[in-house]
């Protein structure tokens, strides 16, 4: 089956535009994570769907950023009036949620944001 | 909080040569742990995983053990390929309300095996 899908694949804009960054999870997957990747750093944790919900926001850096997601399915990532330091490669990885044990998050190919 | 520190690289190797990429964690609760790997030009991939002390991860001949009394989760492989040439990502997960949860990534490290 199909995996994780982000569109746009790369971006470039303008210091102080707004961008949309689109994710595609896995069909039957119910939780949904942003995370993002600065030249040089780790991933970092942005945000946390479980279903249409976002039971942990503590990863968004401003409040520039905000995401949504409808339908228990596509989400977006929105960065408000962007700064430089909002480069990066964001990345949405999907799972399945249970009460179990962990259960693996698979990741989109990202979306590479550049601002000039 | 909680973090992952793991070996910078770049790390440069011959075919056939001994991996090890450390990694240590520092968590609160009791996490899983995780190699992600990422090769050029595709998506994170999970490469292994354990979830409990003392357990051993494997797979396409990487190891890793959790060790709780080091808190570390170190890779390893007897003999790197060409084709295991990528970026290496340590991470945790801890459980809350008994879901799996975000993961803490450490910062990667590039591997390049030369032929």
């Known amino acids: 089956g199909a995996g994780v899908s982000q569109s746009p694949s790369n971006k470039v804009t303008e210091k102080g535009k707004d961008v949309e960054l689109r994710c595609d999870p896995i069909s039957g997957h119910t939780a949904l994570y942003w995370y993002r990747q600065r030249l040089g750093q780790g991933l970092e944790f942005l945000i946390y769907f479980q279903g249409n919900s976002a039971p942990d926001k503590s990863g968004l850096p401003s409040d520039r950023f905000s995401a949504e997601r409808t339908g228990e399915s596509v989400s977006t990532l929105t960065i408000q009036r962007t700064q430089q330091e909002d480069s990066a490669v964001y990345l949405c990885?999907?799972?399945?949620?249970?009460?179990?044990?962990?259960?693996?998050?698979?990741f989109g190919p990202g979306t590479r944001l550049t601002v000039l | 909080g909680d973090s992952v520190t793991q070996m910078e690289g770049p790390v440069t190797l011959s075919e056939e040569a001994f991996l090890t990429i450390n990694c240590t964690y520092t968590?609160?609760?009791?996490?899983?742990l995780f190699w992600y790997v990422q090769y050029p030009g595709e998506g994170l991939q999970l490469l292994l995983k354990?979830?409990?002390?003392?357990d051993k991860g494997s797979n396409k001949g990487f190891e890793a053990t959790y060790r709780k009394e080091t808190t570390s989760f170190h890779l390893e492989k007897g003999s790197v390929q060409v084709s295991d040439s990528a970026v290496y990502f340590c991470?945790?997960?801890?459980?809350?309300?008994?879901?799996?949860?975000?993961?803490?990534f450490g910062k990667g490290t590039l591997l390049t095996v030369n032929p």
């Open positions: 354990a979830t409990k002390a003392d």
């Open positions: 990885a999907s799972s399945l949620a249970s009460v179990a044990a962990y259960n693996e998050q698979f």
């Open positions: 991470a945790l997960s801890e459980t809350r309300g008994g879901s799996n949860y975000k993961l803490t």
């Open positions: 968590a609160t609760g009791y996490p899983s």
